[in-house]
């Protein structure tokens, strides 16, 4: 019995980031990725559920690769250097400029379409849509770990 034919969506992802990133959020559609990617309507509609849940795969993924970089910054300044904390907040600081560097299409679509509109429409899958609103949990948990480094304390008290 043939075995069914796993699809790579990494392109597909990598397309609809270039898209959004060239002619803005909207020109990223089902049909465009399809006639760029070869892959099916079917296929992405099976894999996504929805254009909207599309989008915010890709934000995911984006915001994700993000807060890995800033966190392996961070997690470096913290285990070296003269002044680790200061180090370490210099780093999360400078990532966006880093990330561009090492990203620039992700960089430049997460600031092309934002999150508050993929998950102001109401369209975005229930839990992809808790997905993104969890990022903010991982960026103030960095935040703590740099506040505690900083001055000793997790809090304004």
Not at 19 to 42: K, M, P
């Amino acid at each position: 019995m043939p075995r069914p034919r796993v699809v790579d969506f990494g392109p597909l992802m990598d397309e609809a980031e270039r898209l959004a990133v060239r002619a803005g959020g909207s020109a990223v559609t089902i049909r465009a990725l399809s006639e760029a990617t070869g892959i099916s309507n079917g296929a992405i509609y099976h894999a996504f559920g929805s254009r909207a849940g599309l989008l915010a795969q890709v934000w995911l993924r984006a915001a994700r690769r993000f807060l890995a970089a800033q966190r392996d910054a961070v997690t470096r300044a913290l285990a070296s250097g003269l002044e680790p904390a200061a180090d370490a907040v210099v780093a999360a600081a400078e990532c966006p400029a880093t990330f561009l560097d090492m990203h620039p299409t992700s960089a430049r679509f997460l600031l092309s379409v934002r999150r508050d509109e993929l998950l102001g429409d109401g369209e975005v899958p229930a839990p992809v849509a808790e997905q993104l609103r969890g990022l903010d949990d991982e960026l103030t948990a960095l935040f703590i770990e740099l506040a505690q480094a900083m001055w000793g304390r997790r809090g304004r008290n």
